[in-house]
């Protein structure tokens, strides 16, 4: 499970160095990929393969699940950590998260996500704990 919040950048050559706390788990290997809100999915092997697994089931006679796995697929990348815990950065998904340079890399249960710096920090207002809908429908799925 990833937890944790850490900021740190993307050199000039697109690496980002995945934090120490995070490296083990992925075992020298994982998949970068489009996230939701304009960020990174970094997953390991198995949570990918979980992934495919679930897509796999879903109905592709559906235009909009046919486009989803197109945007996913197309734009997910296999990497492997090099020897200073560095992967890079292909630049679709790159330029898809709106990364410059400064980021923030957080733990999310089951992936990474890598974000802009300046677009984390205009969504880090929005906090879904203070909204009373949002409390509802996790008390919803029993939470």
Known sequence: MFT???ENSIDSKNRLIIPAKYRNQLGGECVLSRGYDRCIYIYTMEDWGL???KLKELRQSDPAIREFIRKLFSQASECKLDS???VIVPANLKSYARIDKDLVTL???????????????ENEDDNP???EDFIAKLAEYGL
């Open 51 to 53: 992934l495919v697994e």
């Open 4 to 6: 944790g919040t850490y």
């Open 129 to 131: 704990m203070d909204d």
């Open 84 to 86: 200073q815990g560095r």
């Open 107 to 121: 733990g999310a249960m089951d992936k990474i996500e890598v974000w802009s710096k300046e677009i984390f920090n």
